[in-house]
C-alpha cells in the first residue's frame, strides 16, 4: 500500500502542470484586456516574466518548479487585472463625477 501511494506521488510529481500554464495564460490575457499593460505595469511584467520561466521550466522537464511558477504567473496576472479594472474605474468617476 505504502508503495502504490509512493508511486502515485511520484506520478504526479511529474506529470507536465499543463492546466496551470493555461490558467497562467488565460489570466495575463485577461489582464492584457483589462488595460493592465498600461495601467499595471509593473505587475504585469513580473506576470509575464514568471510565465516565461515556466515555459523554460517546462521544457527543460522541471516540471514541479514550472507548476510553481505558472501558480505566481497566474496570481500576479489577476492581481494586475484587479488593478487595471481599479484605475479605470477611478478615471471613469473623475470624468464623469456621480452627482445627486
Known sequence: MAFALLLLMAAC??????QQMSDARLALRSAEEAGAVQLAAGLYKEAQT???QAERLLA???F???????D??????????EEAL????AQSHRL???RD
Not at 13 to 18: D, H, L, Y
Open 13 to 18: 510529481a511529474s506529470a507536465p502542470p499543463v
Open 50 to 52: 514568471l510565465l516565461e
Open 60 to 62: 527543460d522537464g522541471s
Open 64 to 70: 514541479r518548479m514550472a507548476k510553481d511558477r505558472a
Open 72 to 81: 505566481q504567473a497566474k496570481l500576479l496576472a489577476i492581481e494586475a487585472r
Open 86 to 89: 481599479r484605475r479605470t474605474n
Open 96 to 98: 464623469f463625477p456621480v
